[in-house]
DNA sequence: GTCTATACCTGGATAGAC
DNA sequence: GTCTATCCAGGTATAGAC
């Protein structure tokens, strides 16, 4: 088994989301791990590999919390989608699309592939929430299910990123506005 | 005078909106312009200088159309504004703050602090428009208007970013969304 | 699975001629 | 203002020993 693959993924994705695939190096993470550039590329050949595979672990990760959401409200559901970029703003990082998407026109054409998978999954699901959540009275709008996902996935990811730039409270702010157009009541 | 030096900038400005900063080089910007790398050294010492140069023409070029604002309605501010990503959207590039507020941790201080003060004079010049149309009952919306610029600019930001990376029409979608969310009734 | 060593390339940057 | 020439640092990647 091999824990340092993992670390290596980790510590990747903790470098893509905080300064972009293109700013980081094999040094960072074998510095960081205390291991050797060459043994970094024993576990992933290429960097396109390794960008690959951070990608890859997002999804999977995604796919394992999605499931859960079946035993939760959809109101339950949403709050719980906020709550993964909550976690990486208490971090001061962005998500992985946000970092990955403004920068892909350079990046290989795997990890383009496998960004553009993960983006229509993650929407997709979203969209079924709001669909089940409208039905069954939980939110109440009028716009359709999926531009309300995509305005809502838009306005979280776009929030971590100005956070990044600007001083303030925009992503607490962003938060209260698609809580209040989703027409929820939250206690 | 030096129109190689706008040149460099416009070119520079295309590379990092469409590839990132950090995916550039001088290379890309003097075969394109049929110079040689020194001369772009010439106009721009680093490239810390030309990044940050970047970003004030980009200011520059934003108070100049907010000047023009002056003459329009509340609810044409607004589209004009929309407007700005319609173009960028049209070209398949994101704006200047999507582009870099991913890597803003890899990069040079002078141009996180002009990236900071661009985006807080874009999102107080769209508060003013959001206020002043509320006024004149232009717009009809019950957050605070502060929230409301936050949420049209992040939503914009992104549907440029969303839109390298997944087909599909997210980005009319988003306008739409946005016109709606401020009550504007359009022709 | 990790190491040492190294190859190869690209990138940013500068000196000095024209 | 642009050129040639060059420097140096850093980055990805591989070969082969342990």
Redesign the interface.
């Known amino acids: 088994m091999s824990n340092t693959r993992t670390q290596i993924l980790d510590l990747g994705e903790e470098l893509i989301r905080?300064?972009?695939f293109?700013?980081f190096s094999y040094k960072d993470i074998s510095e960081k791990l205390g291991i050797k550039n060459a043994a970094v590329h024993y576990h992933f050949p290429s960097k396109e590999a390794l960008g690959t595979a951070i990608i890859q672990q997002s999804i999977d990760l995604f796919i394992v919390k999605e499931k859960q959401w079946n035993q939760l409200s959809s109101k339950e559901q949403l709050l719980d989608f906020i709550n993964i970029y909550q976690k990486s703003h208490d971090k001061n990082w962005?998500c992985l699309?946000?970092?990955?998407?403004?920068?892909?026109?350079?990046l290989p054409s795997t990890m383009?592939n496998k960004?553009?998978k993960m983006?229509?999954y993650i929407?997709n699901r979203l969209t079924q929430t709001l669909i089940e959540g409208l039905k069954k009275g939980e939110f109440h709008f009028?716009?359709?299910p999926?531009?309300?996902a995509?305005?809502i996935?838009?306005?979280l990811?776009?929030?971590l990123?100005?956070s990044?730039?600007?001083?303030g409270q925009?992503f607490e702010?962003?938060v209260?506005?698609i809580i209040?157009?989703v027409n929820l009541k939250t206690k």
């Open positions: 905080t300064r972009g293109n700013a962005s699309m946000g970092a990955l998407s403004s920068s892909v026109d350079s383009q960004l553009t983006a229509e929407l009028d716009e359709e999926r531009a309300k995509e305005l996935i838009s306005s990811l776009s929030s990123l100005l990044k730039v600007m001083h925009i702010s962003i209260q506005s209040l157009s």
